[in-house]
Every structure is written in structure tokens, then in C-alpha cells.
């Protein structure tokens, strides 16, 4: 009896093993036509502050994964089908990495990649040296677009192109590329600026889209203090606790998560702090580092 069960069990498992999808592999990224036309490809689509949160509708069907795998597909987007990833001059040195644009926005359905409007306007102005107000509109003019798609498991051997579509007539109105170095409506406020909203407290964007930065700020250990809005409008951020003596202690160079709504707590720094402050938006939460070493927070 024993060894029957013993035998039994093998059986079980190695039925189990090969049962289980195998995840197909590859070196390097293949090419496939997976990736649908468009509905929209003709139509004329001009981008405007007023559609921003719009969505464009790409459908396509699953690469060769081995199985019908959790996949990842990535929008990227280019003024001429080639899709280089080197640009090079006359003497053959690079000058540009690639002349295109991956969209950060994550998809996991076939039937459902839908970047935003905004998105595909902020691609679109980049790739045509948007860089001030006076650089849109953009005319109507056709652009490319494919998948890049993988399975985060192994995403360096299971990485596919899609074939590439077009969009005939795409255009922009409004500015849509993030701007380096413009102050933002947002402020430190506390008890080192007597809760004002002034220019030295002031977060200009940073490098990163949705990020913010004050330089070369120094402030004292225990005081309290809050991001916020000239006017205490929104986003109004703070701590997780109370007031003053109630508020949420926190370090320097860690990156926390900040509480937004009416009245949120106060935050105070443990210690003495002199350095570079980073407000960053992710996923709909903001987070603050207060960085002494002088290194943008990741």
C-alpha cells in the first residue's frame, strides 16, 4: 500500500508539471504583426486642452508568449515609420538615442490600449521641439505608432515590436510638453515662513514629469510645515497625524508618502535640515523627500 501511494503521488505530480504553461523565450526582441489598424486612422484628431483626458482606441492580439500570458504593452510613438534607436550625423556619431517616444502608461488588455489623449499630445509636440507657447499649434501630419510588448516575469527574453500603424491627421493646439524650471502653484508653508506662500518657498518642475523641486532650502528640526496651494486650495498635503506637537516626525533622504485632503496633519523633520526638496506625483499620491545628499529622489 505504501508503495502504491508513493507511485500514486509521483504520478500526481508529474501529471501537475506537465500541465503547466511553458513561458516561450528569446534573446534579443523579436518583430511580429500583431498590432490592428486603427479605426480612427483617417480621421482628422486635433488635441486640445478640452479632449485632453480623452483616450485613443488601439486593440491588437497576444504575441507568441507560449501561452495566453499576463502581458505588458507599451505605446510608442514617432513622426516616420522607421522607429530608430540611433540617430547618427556624417562622421557617424550618435546624436540622439532614438527618434521616438515610449508612453509611461502601462496596458495589460489587448482590446484595451487606450493612451491619453494628453499623452499622445505631449509625444507628438516633443518629437516636434515643442518647447514654448508660441511652438503650438502643431499642423495636422500623419504619425506612427507600435506596441512594445513583454512578460514582466522575463521581460528581457520575451520582448516583441509590433507592426506598425498610422494616424493620417494628428495635431495639437495646446502646450502639452512638461516644462523644466517653471514655478508651480505649490509651496512649502510653515513655521519657518510663518505659513506664507512665497517665491523662496517656492517648487518649480522638475526634470521628471510630475515632479517638483526647491533647491538650497534649509529648515530648522521641529518645525512644523505643509505643501499646499497659495490659496490652501488643492493639492493641500501634510502628515498623518496632528498639529504641531501631534505632528508626523519624519527623516531626511527617505521618500513618504504625503496625506492630501481639507486639513491634513503637520509634518516636522527630526533633524536639522539643509538641502533639496522633491514633491513627486505617483498614481494619484504625492511623495516628499527632503534630500541633503543633493540627489533628485527616485
Not at 117 to 129: I, T, Y
Request: glycine share 8%; hydrophobic share 40%.
Amino acid at each position: 500500500m505504501a508503495v502504491a501511494a508513493a507511485a500514486l503521488g509521483l504520478s500526481s505530480c508529474s501529471e501537475t508539471w506537465d500541465g503547466n504553461p511553458v513561458l516561450e523565450t528569446h534573446q534579443g526582441v523579436k518583430e511580429a504583426s500583431f498590432l490592428n489598424q486603427p479605426a480612427l486612422q483617417n480621421e482628422y484628431i486635433m488635441l486640445s486642452s478640452s479632449n485632453r483626458e480623452g483616450t485613443f482606441k488601439l486593440t491588437c492580439s497576444q504575441p507568441s508568449f507560449g501561452y495566453a500570458a499576463v502581458a505588458t504593452y507599451k505605446v510608442q510613438v514617432c513622426l516616420s515609420n522607421d522607429f530608430k534607436d540611433e540617430i547618427r550625423d556624417e562622421q557617424d556619431q550618435i546624436v540622439q538615442e532614438q527618434n521616438y517616444i515610449e508612453l509611461k502608461q502601462d496596458f495589460f488588455n489587448c482590446a484595451n490600449i487606450n493612451p491619453l489623449n494628453h499623452d499622445m499630445a505631449a509625444a507628438v509636440e516633443k518629437l516636434n521641439g515643442v518647447k514654448y507657447e508660441q511652438d503650438v499649434p502643431i499642423p495636422y501630419q500623419k504619425v506612427f505608432v507600435r506596441l512594445r510588448a513583454f512578460v514582466a516575469q522575463d521581460a528581457d527574453h520575451t520582448q516583441y515590436l509590433s507592426n506598425v500603424v498610422s494616424y493620417e491627421h494628428i495635431g495639437a493646439d495646446y502646450l502639452a510638453v512638461w516644462l523644466v524650471g517653471e514655478p508651480a502653484d505649490l509651496y512649502i508653508r510653515g513655521g519657518m515662513n510663518d505659513w506664507g506662500a512665497t517665491a523662496d518657498w517656492q517648487f518649480k518642475t522638475g526634470e521628471e514629469e510630475d515632479t517638483w523641486v526647491i533647491e538650497n532650502v534649509t529648515i530648522a528640526a521641529n518645525v512644523s510645515i505643509k505643501v499646499s496651494t497659495a490659496t490652501w486650495g488643492t493639492p493641500n498635503l501634510g502628515g498623518n497625524a496632528g498639529e504641531n506637537d501631534d505632528s508626523q516626525m519624519i527623516d531626511a533622504n527617505e521618500k513618504l508618502a504625503m496625506t492630501m485632503g481639507d486639513n491634513p496633519g503637520h509634518m516636522r523633520l527630526k533633524e536639522d535640515f539643509t538641502g533639496k526638496v522633491v514633491l513627486q506625483l505617483e498614481n494619484g499620491v504625492y511623495y516628499i523627500t527632503f534630500d541633503s545628499k543633493g540627489d533628485t529622489a527616485e
